[in-house]
């Protein structure tokens, strides 16, 4: 799953969204994410972590500094979809759990002609994605 490095392994170990209260983003994460297949990997207080052991994670986290969160401008993490349906599943549950829409599912040939995608906010401003790279529906 993902990008992989010259040896075949994965190239990322985790992604890091920041929240000051990461529970109440629970039911958002929770939805939003299995609509990818993106499972729980395990919850405490102050930390919500979805993925596997040995696997690509995301992890929902106050900021380590003790300040508070402010969401990037700029930057966002986008996720891979399995086909379109997933994409268009994503971005419905991200509405319907308190995001907001960044950018409808649809077709950015100006990335390449198969690139589907759509944009959201979870409900404390933190911009994701979900991408499907294959033409298939």
Known sequence: MGWRNREGEPMFSHVTIGADEPQALEAFYDAVLATLGI???FKMDGTLSYGTATG???FILKPFNGE???????GHVAFLAPDRAAVD?????????GGSDEGAPGLRAYCHP???GAYVRDPVGNKIQAVCH????
């Open 114 to 116: 198969n690139y589907y």
């Open 89 to 97: 599943a994503f971005h419905a549950a991200a509405l319907a759990n």
């Open 39 to 41: 499972e729980p990997f």
């Open 56 to 58: 690509p994670k995301v």
């Open 134 to 137: 294959s033409s298939k529906g």
């Open 68 to 74: 508070a969160h402010v969401p990037g401008n700029g």
